[in-house]
Structure formats: structure tokens, C-alpha cells
């Protein structure tokens, strides 16, 4: 319905235009020679007009659009990184903003002002290297400041945990259309897995001969995290190219059949404080597929569970080691 009305506005705007021109008068501006163009001054002053009225029109139309669907932004991250990546986001809208609003008023009013006079002639250069400079360098060193923000946030969460890190290891294996965690055992290590050797109900492929598998447990339906410890993540596929998305945790990460992708964050908020937040008592963290996957794509999600690591332990305990 929005989108209708807002197409009906442009298409009244051009009706406007077309008719105030009286429709033949287009044929004026595809004449060969320039110097046979006929303007009229109080005519081009009115479209400057109109251009003013649809600047003012467009604007009001943004703000309405962010009073409609501002509210519709993810809630505060729940995740130790995720502050960093909201700031860069804020960071980023912020100067998209101001050089949206000046560049549009700018033009506007300069549409207006500089509408056709013939006591002004129109001034011709064929360069300007210090605009130029300006154009290209500010631009520029915006860019170097916002992506050495990013790269240092995107290392945060990519450069994989050590192995003395005290963290969570879980192994995400996605499939058409389903999820399966896998946590490492005592020994902190997943075992062996391979895509061959899926046969049965060994559907993760697991190598029954590595000792280091026995100890690793496997979930469905839902998946628990302990607050603030590092969680590494390692993906895997079995058919298509699925995408891990955790947007709570500002985290995603495609999952590719043969390859092995991995990424880490800390949960900073359970999913207890998380539905204080919202003001939502049935709010639950999802881990969703991003990538059209399927017929049934829209149905690919695990439900994630946030708590403190005591009640963690104790829910990992009550699952069966592989073997």
C-alpha cells in the first residue's frame, strides 16, 4: 500500500509536468540545432518551483518512512562485538545522512536558482583540480577510517580462539532443511568428519575410528551458550551452500559443502535479561539460514539458548556422548 502511494505521488508529479507543458512542447528539446530552442523564462522559473515542491515532498516522505518502520531495527547486540559493529553502523549512517540531506537540498535549490535567465550566460571550465581533489580525497579518507574500523572488528571475531582459550567449541552443520550442533567433548576437540562417511545414523559423517570423536555431543531442536565465554564456531554442509545467521549476535557466516568456515563471538546477555530488553516474554534467539537454500528455506532455523554457564553445564551434561 505504501509503495502504491508513493508511485501514484510520482506518477501525479509527471502528469502535472507533462500537462503544464502541453505535451507537444516536448518535441522543442530534440531539435537539432541548439540555437533553435526556444525557452521562456517564467516557465522554467515554475519547474524550479515544482523541483522545490517535490525536494520538500521527498523529504517529508523519509521522514515518514523512518517514524513507520524506525521502530522495525534489531534491539540492542547481544554479543561483546556487536557493540563495535552497531557503532560502525551508526558511524556510517550518520555521515550517509548528512551528505544525503546537503547534497539533495543542494540540489534543490540550485535547480531553482540557476533556472534558465537570459540575462545570465552559463559559465564554462573544463576542470577544476582542487574540486576534484577534494571530491576524490575526502571521500576517500572516509572510506580508509570506516573499513580499518571494520577490518579490526572483522579480525576480532575471524582470527580463530587458541587453543589455551577457555571457550565453547561447536561444530554447526547445516543441511537441507535442518541444523545439528555438535560440542567438543572433555578433550575440547571435535573429531574427525567427513561427508563420505555419512551412512545410517552417523548422518554428520562422523570417523567412528577417531578416539577424539567419542566424547562429542550432538544436538537438535535447540543449542545453549554460556554468557560472557567465547563460543568458536566451525560450519559445515552437506548438499547446498547454506548461510549460518545469528542476527541478536550481528554474526553470519555461509556454510559450503567441502569447506570449513568458522567464526567466534561472546554472548553478553542471556535469554532471560535479553526478553527484559524486549519487553518480550517469548522472545527467543534464532539461528537462521541466509542463503535461498530450497523449497523449504524458510522453515531452516535452531532455536539458541543463552544462560548462565552453571545452568549450561548442567543441560550439556544431560546429553549422550557419540560413542
Known sequence: MLLLSAFAFILILFLITFFYLKGGDFKEMFKENPDDLKFDELENKTQGWFFIAFGIGFFLFIIFLIFKWGGSLLPEAASVHGEEYDSLMLLTGIIIIIVFVVTHILLFILVYKYAFSKNRKPAFFTHNLKLELLWTALPALVLVVLISIGLFNWNSIMKPLNDKDEKVLIELYAKQFDWTARYAGNDGKLGRANVFLIKGSNFLGIDTTDAVAFDDKIVKNEF????????????????????????????????????????????????????????????????LCNKICGMAHFSMKMKIVVESEEDYNKWLATNQSFK
Not at 563460543?231 to 556454510?255: E, G, I, K, L
Not at 568456515?261 to 535479553?274: A, D, R, S
Open 224 to 287: 545453549h551458550l554460556p554468557v560472557n565465554k567465547p563460543v568458536q564456531f566451525v560450519f559445515r554442509a552437506q548438499d547446498v551452500m547454506h548461510s549460518a545467521y545469528m542476527p541478536h549476535f550481528r554474526a553470519q557466516m555461509n556454510c559450503v559443502p567441502g569447506l570449513k568456515t568458522q567464526f567466534n563471538f561472546t554472548p553478553k546477555y542471556t535469554t532471560q535479561e535479553m526478553r527484559r530488553i524486549t519487553k518480550n516474554p517469548e522472545f527467543d534467539y534464532m539461528l
